[in-house]
Every structure is written in structure tokens, then in C-alpha cells.
């Protein structure tokens, strides 16, 4: 599957060279992705992805809540291998979301702060492109970015930031809004990292 060198590189070294809980985007728990998968009411039986998961323990408690079907897919393959290691019953994909060709469905789409990393419209139009084809109809998008508000950067890069019209705007008419909600992050620092967060059902 293509992945873009450099960028992969970055997050390889990022994950080889940082422990989980010194990067920005740590949170000791994934309650709020939780909260947000919960309200969307998926079964345990519906296939979860987890886009940019990272070291993220997300796709862990789903496992432990009962969820059948959990997929974490990173560029890094240090972060993926390390996942699916220690919870086995992971599936772990290595790709570029912008580049990638999902040969399957999913029933939710989650991404919490991937999507702003995409600066360019090559890579927007693929991320968009990955979406449309790897969610089923009737399926939930949940993607969080940086608020308007937000950080400029993340981890050395630039970011795209968006409010709840903007990523909307982005998905386009095949996606419906249902539900947003502009939230505070605090590093393991103490900073305060503005996100927004919006929920989508594929139509």
C-alpha cells in the first residue's frame, strides 16, 4: 500500500523516540471518544476504525466494552505493531490515510486529530476519498481537529484548523451533520489545546 516517506519517517521517529504519554495529543483515558461512539449507538457487533490511532488506547477499551470488529490504522508501523502486540484481537493497518484504498466497510469512522495534519487538496481529496469508500451507508463519521481556535502546529507541522461548517463544508452534501462541539485538550503540561468535534451519518 503507498505511504509517503517523509511523512511516515516523521511519525516512526515520533513513536520510537517519545514515550505514549509525552506527546501532546496523550489522554490517560478515551472516555470522550467513548462518549462519542456511544452516542452514536453503535452495537458491539458494528466494525469500529480508528483513523490515526496511534498509541491511543481507544481501540483497546472497545475490545474490553465487547466490540467485535476494531481497526487502528497509522502510518507509523512502529505505532501499529506495538498495538496490535499487545491486543492481538486488533486489526492493524499501515497507510496513509490520504492514499489509502480501504478494501472493506466500516459502521464508524473515528479520527481524532488526523485530518488537520492534511494541508494540501491532493491529500484532503484522498482522505475524503477514503471516507466515501471505506463507510457504509447509514454509517458515522466522528472527526475532531484543531478549533479555529487552536494551535498552528502539532508535533513539528503545520495544521488545517476547522470549525464545524468548515469540516461539513469539507465532507460535502453525502454526509449529514448531526451533532458538533468545541472542546478543551490539556497536554500532559498543562497546556489547553482548543478541538472541534463533529458527527456525521453517511447517507
Keep these: 500500500m503507498s505511504r509517503t516517506p517523509t511523512r511516515s519517517v516523521h511519525w516512526n521517529t515520533v513513536y520510537e523516540t ?6 501532546s ?16 449507538g453503535a452495537a458491539p457487533a458494528e466494525p469500529v476504525i480508528d483513523v490515526g490511532g496511534g498509541l491511543s488506547g481507544l481501540g483497546g477499551a472497545l475490545l474490553d466494552l465487547g466490540f467485535e470488529d476494531v481497526t487502528l490504522l497509522d502510518i507509523s508501523d512502529t505505532a501499529v505493531r506495538r498495538q496490535v502486540a499487545a ?9 496513509d490515510v490520504s ?6 466497510v466500516y459502521g464508524v469512522w473515528h479520527d481524532r486529530a488526523v485530518l488537520h495534519f492534511l494541508q494540501s487538496e491532493p491529500e484532503r481529496t484522498g482522505y475524503r476519498r477514503a471516507l466515501e469508500a471505506g463507510l457504509r451507508a447509514g454509517g458515522h463519521a466522528i472527526i475532531a481537529t484543531f478549533a479555529p481556535d487552536g494551535p498552528e502546529t502539532c508535533s513539528g507541522l503545520p495544521v488545517r484548523r476547522y470549525d464545524a461548517a468548515g469540516l461539513a463544508a469539507f465532507l460535502g452534501d453525502d454526509f449529514e451533520p448531526l451533532w458538533d462541539e468545541r472542546f478543551d485538550h490539556r497536554t500532559p503540561w498543562g497546556a489547553i489545546q482548543r478541538f472541534e468535534v463533529a458527527i456525521f451519518r453517511r447517507r
Design 25 to 40: 495529543w496523550f489522554e490517560a483515558s478515551p472516555d470522550r471518544s467513548l462518549g462519542w461512539i456511544a452516542r452514536v
Design 99 to 104: 492514499t489509502w484504498r480501504p478494501e472493506r
Design 18 to 23: 517519545r514515550a505514549a504519554d509525552a506527546v
Design 87 to 95: 491486543r492481538p484481537a486488533l486489526h492493524g493497518i499501515v497507510a
